[in-house]
């Protein structure tokens, strides 16, 4: 929580209370469905919630923004970021229902009035979005194909209209296909051993009718 406070210091009194509370709830949870593994749940600050933060380092969302977080899994990245632009709204999907269960228990208890959650897969998903997040769920060029018909037309934002993936290690191999990639090191942010070589990738897409 200091990380937090430190990193983003303009967050109300009432977002502080929900990341705060963001402890005991998957504390809680964890503890009868494994949606965080056992070893980092005590690291949850570092290693989930600011791990998911560090996309808002590189694009503060605008009021009305769509963000549709794929593999959310317990949440990750779109509670944190959620809690943190109460004005932007939230589609978080995963293909695992109990996964899913806990987001929504999560979002209830938070009382996040931005996030709806779903048990579907990207595929499925019908709508377009400003941004779409995701923390490694699999390699660019599938992840591209799930999602590329699902980018708004209209622009917003410093960046442009894409994906905002949260990946770590060398990319080189992965992101070969997608010259206008550009890798943030989250390192330039964040201060934590964690973060060395873990990075935020931008990769605009054009909308496509």
């Not at 808002?56 to 549709?68: D, V």
């Not at 899994?73 to 589609?91: D, M």
Request: glycine share 4%; aromatic share 12%.
């Amino acid at each position: 929580m200091e990380e937090i406070l430190k990193c983003f210091p303009e967050i109300t009194d009432v977002q502080k209370e929900q990341f705060e509370r963001l402890s005991n709830l998957y504390q809680d949870w964890n503890a009868k469905i494994n949606v965080i593994s056992r070893k980092d749940i005590d690291e949850l600050y570092t290693k989930h919630v600011l791990h998911s933060l560090a996309i808002a380092k590189i694009q503060k969302f605008e009021p009305g923004t769509y963000i549709l977080d794929v593999g959310t899994g317990g949440g990750f990245p779109g509670i944190p970021l959620a809690i943190l632009f109460p004005e932007t709204r939230f589609y978080l999907i995963d293909v695992i229902l109990k996964k899913i269960n806990v987001v929504k228990a999560v979002v209830e208890a938070l009382e996040l009035k931005n996030v709806k959650a779903e048990q579907i897969r990207a595929e499925n998903v019908k709508g377009d979005f400003d941004f779409i997040v995701s923390r490694a769920v699999t390699n660019m060029p599938d992840f591209v194909s799930w999602i590329k018909d699902k980018i708004k037309k209209q622009q917003k934002h410093e960046l442009k209209n894409g994906i905002l993936y949260l990946k770590g290690g060398d990319l080189t191999e992965e992101l070969k296909l997608f010259p206008n990639a550009i890798e943030y090191n989250i390192s330039e942010f964040f201060d934590a051993e964690f973060f060395e070589t873990k990075k935020v990738v931008h990769l605009p897409l054009k909308f496509k009718l």
